[in-house]
């Protein structure tokens, strides 16, 4: 008895967030096309590959399913693979190509479109639709770039950029805006002190999960530290969140404070001046040591130091000396005040400098004009792309000029280091430990320039926030 032979295929799916949200293009729609050609054409689907909410024209390294079948065709588990479209496999020709590198001479044909690529006309045609798929890409992400521009510069959020403090919610406009989550609002002001107090990560993020019960990861309050959007700004657009947990000042204070942390810190030794100490050749932070020194009745005796990383792992500075942390601290303790002083003077010298003038640029003005050209396009009262963009890079041009021409000198303000350098502070620094004299420093300390040559231990300049 005759029977038809049974061809053994792969089926591969594929579906963009976007795409499955304005056109409907859902997995569960190609499962069912698919499923009911495979019937018809006397074929057995004996592996399904679904890549769901991933872009054509990413990478194949970065399409998971894709790979998995790449690889079990390597290994001659089918000979033929089926899809909806072209679109569906792939939006780049390079990509394409590379595919079919690797899984020659497994073939592959599509249900809803057809081709022939045993001639030279049926490969240029699949060539041109996919050079036209790449192109439709390319315009619609151009089209979500102007949309995305628009809501950055009206405040309005952007899927997948709210960290956990805040939340999304209408405001009285009917307009999205980003708030402060209620739930999370005291565990994040709770996080921002903590880590402010002991500047170390690792060390807020134990003391949050043992004090809430909770299981943050590492890397989630590190990105929460990081995050502009804390005091208020996001993508270059300062009042992008109405309700900031910080000012500007504040956030970039702590990311100093998370650039300079001191990553050697072994056998949990506190390194009081640790992320202070620049070395005066190159300028990058010393980091903590240990020397250990034998005496001669038996004991050992382990001494705190600092040394330039640069010389001491891959000896691209010259500076080999290392700075002994209580010769540091004697001297910090007896001169600080100088040093503060002398910071005063000179920040008074540059206020009343001519540098000091600020000349007045409207800056303002042109970002609510870039903001009226936003919304005139996206309400469509500008139709043509070319004169948009022509009046957009005219705008950024004056806009990029007038910062440039903007000479700011930051004033500082001094009377939180004169509150904390007060009659009796160093009773109170006597009595603590190293834990947090690191922290003393770090509360209004930038930076300690020093110079350690032979028996001259000096300190050059103290900066201060």
């Known amino acids: 008895m005759a029977y038809d032979y049974i061809e053994e295929v792969a089926a591969y799916i594929r579906v963009s967030t976007q795409e499955q949200k304005l056109h409907g293009i859902s997995l569960d729609a190609q499962v069912e096309k698919l499923t009911t050609y495979a019937q ?21 390294k970065k399409r998971p399913e894709l790979q998995r079948m790449i690889q079990d065709a390597e290994k001659r588990r089918f000979k033929r693979i089926i899809f909806i479209k072209l679109d569906r496999f792939f939006r780049s020709v390079a990509e394409y190509h590379e595919c079919m590198k690797r899984i020659d001479p497994v073939v592959w044909t599509t249900t809803e479109e057809k081709y022939d690529l045993s001639t030279a006309q049926g490969r240029m045609l ?13 315009m619609a992400g151009e089209r979500v770039n102007i949309v995305n521009e628009y809501k950055l510069s009206t405040g309005q959020p952007l899927t997948g950029s709210v960290p956990f403090c ?3 919610a209408k405001g009285e406009d009917g307009r999205k805006r980003i708030v402060k989550d209620p739930e999370m609002e005291e565990i994040t002001e709770d996080i921002l002190a903590h880590f402010q107090m002991h500047q170390s990560i690792h060390k807020t993020v134990l003391y949050i999960n043992a004090k809430y019960t909770l299981k943050i990861m590492y890397k989630t309050i590190s990105n929460l530290l990081h995050n502009e959007m804390l005091c208020g700004e996001y993508k270059g657009n300062p009042n992008y969140i109405a309700e900031p947990y910080m000012d500007r000042d504040a956030f970039d204070r702590m990311q100093q404070m998370i650039t300079r942390n001191d990553k050697v810190n072994t ?32 004991k050992t005796y382990i001494y705190k130091m600092y040394r330039c990383s640069r010389w001491a792992v891959a ?27 002398d910071e005063k003077v000179k920040a008074e010298e540059i206020q009343d400098s001519d540098a000091f003038k600020i000349p007045k640029k409207n800056i303002e003005d042109i970002h609510d004009r870039i903001d009226r050209l936003n919304y005139s396009w996206q309400t469509g009262k500008i139709r043509k792309v070319e004169q948009y963009e022509k009046d957009y890079a005219e705008l950024m041009k004056q806009l990029e000029q007038a910062e440039a021409e903007q000479a700011e000198v930051v004033v500082k303000d001094f009377s939180k280091i004169e509150a904390i350098l007060h009659t009796g502070w160093r009773e109170l620094y006597n009595a603590l430990d190293d834990e947090h004299k690191r922290a003393f420093w770090r509360s209004f300390v930038d930076r300690i320039e020093v110079d350690w040559m032979g028996k001259e231990k000096e300190i050059k300049r103290v900066t201060f926030f």
């Open 166 to 168: 805040y939340k999304i």
């Open 126 to 138: 699949v060539n041109m639709k996919l050079t036209i798929a790449e192109m439709e890409a390319d």
């Open 315 to 341: 000896r691209t500075c010259s500076y080999n000396k290392v700075v002994n942390e209580n010769t540091l601290e004697k001297l910090m303790l007896t001169n600080i005040e100088r040093y503060f002083e």
């Open 267 to 298: 056998r949990n030794r506190e390194y009081i001046f640790g992320g202070l100490v620049r070395c005066p050749k190159c300028g990058n932070i010393m980091r903590g040591t240990t020397h250990h020194n034998k005496r001669d009745n038996g």
């Open 40 to 60: 018809n054409n006397n074929m057995k689907i004996v592996e399904w590959y679904k890549d769901e909410g991933v872009s054509g024209r990413k990478l194949i």
